[in-house]
């Protein structure tokens, strides 16, 4: 049931991008150089081809800078954004400030025209992911840590 909802969540976003160009040509793929120290943060009962590791209690995928896209984590699909839950419930897309110092895209957040298929992509993501129970919580405590890292840079 949970890996039917990631899968979906993933089919939903998986052919857009958060600009309609190749927003690694002004970054160089700043996002995927392969970090072996950090990873991207898997969801609850995410499956990976990649090596995991657990760090604080979650579990992130380490890759060496290179995969198949269609099997990338869902993290990588709809980074930098978030399918970010607010307190009363509602899912909306927003910039993961999380990712503040890999992509420039969070920084000029306000400037930069983003997708809005993708943007809308996410968030229906997002919707899918809710209906499952863990999932859901952990939409509701990322967007969380979101808000108190936003708190923060601000
Ligand atoms: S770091 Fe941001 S701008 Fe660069 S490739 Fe990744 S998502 Fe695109
Ligand atoms: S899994 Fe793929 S998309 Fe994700 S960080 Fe690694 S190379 Fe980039």
């Not at 992509?121 to 499952?132: C, F």
Request: charged fraction near 30%; hydrophobic fraction near 35%.
């Amino acid at each position: 049931m949970k890996k039917d909802i990631i899968a979906r969540a993933k089919a939903v976003i998986l052919p857009y991008t958060p600009l309609n160009a190749d927003c690694g040509t002004v970054c160089g793929k700043a996002c995927c150089k392969g970090d072996k120290e950090t990873g991207m943060l898997l969801f609850p009962g995410e499956d990976t081809a990649f090596p995991v590791k657990e760090k604080n209690g979650s579990c992130l995928c380490v890759c060496d800078g290179k995969c198949n896209r269609s099997e990338r984590p869902l993290s990588c699909i709809i980074f930098p954004f978030f399918p970010y839950m607010s307190e009363d419930g509602k899912i909306r897309a927003r910039a993961d400030i999380r990712g503040i110092n890999i992509c420039p895209l969070i920084a000029h957040k306000d400037e930069v025209i983003f997708s809005k298929i993708f943007l809308r992509r996410v968030a229906r993501a997002g919707r899918i992911l809710a209906k499952d129970e863990e999932c859901r919580r952990f939409l509701w405590e990322t967007s969380r840590e979101i808000d108190a890292l936003e708190r923060f840079y601000k």
